[in-house]
């Protein structure tokens, strides 16, 4: 039943921006989101709130648009390597604050975000500073397209890249590895008396959630043509930690299902009123009272339901 509401969804998806064609930047957005989301979800599993993930974010866009200065031009490539510069940013700076728990985790790495911010913004002679930098349309497997046809191969490509990486993720989390993950959460000293090493664990989640919050920052450095050090402020990895939440951190489509709500709710109220921040306001206290999973909560309560 899960599996067949979700094919559903992606079809959907795909279909949106035929019906409305100013749903495929907005959808875009979500996919990229989602995606910076789910890494800060799979951090949530070990019970660790990252309130600083935009700078991963951040650091993949601000790659993407340094790589093409500097004459790369292919769009497989520059993704691909905007995400490993991200995966070994991920690895300096998780190796140091892995070490901490609760709100020492959660505000050290807010710190750090800021450190990043502070330089995209201040380094005007590198990165532009808050006028920040463009970056140009790639080329596709060597063909140079028109912008519009290269943001629709982007969209297209970002919902594909949506179910690889979500499927890969959900293996990851039901693995061994991603069950020592959530138990990291439980009890953590019964782990290290298992043998199992903590730090090795946490390492190597802190490096996967980077590495998606780095695709997601490349996705969107892409769809909006240009990055600016807003990329990595606290209020952008605070929004990360609320799609997460108000999606649900049961699997991993609740991120996804949490930034298309998000992102559809902010479009759609924006375009009614000037006061759209009361209207999305509204809507997130109430399925944070009512839905304490998320929303993906509403499809695993209907599947008992149908049970």
Same mark, same amino acid.
Do not use: C
């Given at each position: 039943?899960?599996?067949?509401?979700?094919?559903? +969804?992606?079809?959907?998806?795909?279909? +949106?921006?035929?019906?409305?064609?100013?749903?495929?930047?907005?959808?875009?957005?979500?996919?990229?989101?989602?995606?910076?989301?789910?890494?800060?979800?799979?951090?949530?599993?070990?019970?660790?709130?990252?309130?600083?993930?935009?700078?991963?974010?951040? +650091?993949?866009?601000?790659?993407?648009?340094?790589?093409?200065?500097?004459?790369?031009?292919?769009?497989?490539?520059?993704?691909?390597?905007?995400?490993?510069?991200?995966?070994?940013?991920?690895?300096?700076?998780?190796?140091?604050?892995?070490?901490?728990?609760?709100?020492?985790?959660?505000?050290?790495?807010?710190?750090?975000?800021?450190?990043?911010?502070?330089?995209?913004?201040?380094?005007?002679?590198?990165?532009?500073?808050?006028?920040?930098?463009?970056?140009?349309?790639?080329?596709?497997?060597?063909?140079?397209?028109?912008?519009?046809?290269?943001?629709?191969?982007?969209?297209?490509?970002?919902?594909?890249?949506?179910?690889?990486?979500?499927?890969?993720?959900?293996?990851?989390?039901?693995?061994?590895?991603?069950?020592?993950?959530?138990?990291?959460?439980?009890?953590?000293?019964?782990?290290?008396?298992?043998?199992?090493?903590?730090?090795?664990?946490?390492?190597?989640?802190?490096?996967?959630?980077?590495?998606?919050?780095?695709?997601?920052?490349?996705?969107?450095?892409?769809?909006?043509?240009?990055?600016?050090?807003?990329?990595?402020?606290?209020?952008?990895?605070?929004?990360?930690?609320?799609?997460?939440?108000?999606?649900?951190?049961?699997?991993?489509?609740?991120?996804?299902?949490?930034?298309?709500?998000?992102?559809?709710?902010?479009?759609?109220?924006?375009?009614?009123?000037?006061?759209?921040?009361?209207?999305?306001?509204?809507?997130?206290?109430?399925?944070?009272?009512?839905?304490?999973?998320?929303?993906?909560?509403?499809?695993?309560?209907?599947?008992?339901?149908?049970?």
């Amino acid at each position: 039943m899960r599996a067949i509401l979700l094919i559903v +969804a992606i079809l959907a998806i795909v279909a +949106a921006p035929m019906a409305a064609p100013w749903l495929q930047f907005v959808l875009t957005m979500a996919v990229a989101k989602g995606l910076a989301a789910l890494g800060v979800a799979v951090l949530l599993r070990a019970g660790m709130i990252s309130i600083g993930h935009a700078m991963f974010v951040a +650091a993949s866009a601000y790659g993407v648009a340094f790589l093409a200065r500097a004459g790369i031009a292919d769009f497989g490539l520059l993704l691909v390597l905007s995400v490993v510069i991200t995966g070994l940013a991920g690895a300096v700076v998780g190796a140091f604050l892995i070490r901490y728990r609760a709100i020492f985790f959660a505000m050290l790495n807010l710190a750090v975000s800021m450190v990043f911010y502070a330089l995209f913004a201040k380094l005007y002679g590198v990165t532009g500073g808050t006028d920040g930098m463009t970056i140009p349309v790639p080329t596709v497997f060597g063909i140079v397209l028109s912008e519009p046809t290269f943001k629709a191969v982007l969209f297209y490509g970002s919902v594909a890249l949506m179910v690889v990486v979500g499927l890969a993720v959900h293996r990851y989390l039901d693995s061994p590895l991603g069950h020592a993950l959530s138990a990291v959460h439980t009890n953590e000293v019964r782990l290290e008396y298992l043998g199992v090493p903590v730090w090795a664990v946490l390492l190597v989640a802190y490096v996967v959630s980077a590495v998606l919050a780095g695709l997601g920052g490349a996705i969107a450095g892409f769809a909006i043509g240009r990055v600016v050090p807003d990329f990595a402020f606290w209020t952008a990895s605070g929004h990360l930690v609320l799609v997460a939440v108000l999606g649900g951190i049961g699997g991993v489509p609740g991120a996804f299902i949490g930034a298309f709500f998000l992102e559809l709710l902010h479009t759609e109220a924006a375009a009614f009123t000037d006061a759209w921040n009361l209207i999305v306001g509204a809507a997130l206290i109430g399925v944070i009272m009512f839905l304490p999973k998320g929303l993906y909560g509403l499809l695993t309560r209907s599947e008992v339901s149908a049970k």
